[in-house]
């Protein structure tokens, strides 16, 4: 299937996602998902050009950085020559400069396919929280819910891409799970809307917040719970990541009858019919509302 259809089935299936009808918040979060999904694909796509990425997007060192050092570490980076870069780190160079753009070397690190050499990065003291200030010549910026955009940090593109590992590295050098992007959007919601549930998990369990995870508490509270219901895989990660969720609070079998209940046509019912399943919805609607509002409440009397 050509990538443009694929591209518009999956902005349908993100409209569907949402429940709780066509509101300024809903319109929101839809642009921001469908955002994401769009960003996906690109990189997708990108993925079947034998290029390297940094040859894709004309990531040249010296165009980013200034210190013949750090420019030659971004170099043995690229040639993925673990033995210069050993070298370099002994002599003291500084994993934590700062390029153009706020370029560090650890995202320079970040699409090469040796894990070791993210890795020795990260173990020589490289900050992990460091804020992109631009999308670094790649075009992703445009579209809302990128995970590459400016005022994202390294862990919004681990969380939903790559490899589950180098997130796990990330989170063990210090990054912040609960960093709050641009868009309002954290890295649980970016793993949770790609499928990355390994990922997912890995954020929870490091602390990041399932409940309230859209700046400042706006929309919906728990907003990954209906995401994960309309996807209901098998996949054990998927199994696991509810299981933990149930484990904090999250009620399923609610939000499952709400998708139910969002896809009934109430166009085709009689009046009071309509009206009949329409107050249903709504009963569940409150019911969720006040089942989170509660756990939201408990947490702040901890």
Known sequence: MEIKYVAALLCVIAVLVL??????????????????????????????????????????????FDDPQIIEFARAIERE?????????????????????????LFWAFYVDNLDVFARILEAGADPNVQFESDFGTGFD??????????????HMAASEGPAERLRLLIDAGADPNHVGRDGRVPLIRAVDVGAYDQA???????????????????????IVPTLAHQDSHSPSYLRLVEILEEKGADFDLQRELVR?????????????????????????LQRHELYERLLQERMQE
């Open 81 to 105: 020559d673990i033995a210069t870069i050993d070298r370099l780190i002994a002599e003291g160079v500084d994993v934590n400069a700062v390029g153009r753009d706020s370029m560090t070397l």
């Open 142 to 155: 445009r579209w809302t819910g990128s995970p590459l955009a400016t005022g994202n940090t390294i862990v």
């Open 19 to 64: 429940t709780g009808g066509c509101n300024e918040q809903n319109r929101k979060e839809a642009a921001a998902l469908v955002g994401a999904i769009r960003a996906g694909i690109e990189m997708a796509r990108q993925s079947t050009d034998e290029r390297t990425w940094h040859e894709r997007y004309n990531w040249v060192a010296e165009n980013y």
């Open 261 to 285: 209940f969002s896809k009934i046509d109430t166009g085709r019912m009689d009046r009071n019919e309509a009206i009949s399943v329409r107050e249903e919805h709504t009963r569940l609607l």
């Open 201 to 223: 998990i890995i954020l929870i369990e490091a602390g990041a917040d399932w409940l309230v995870a859209i700046a400042g508490g706006r929309g919906t509270l728990a907003p």
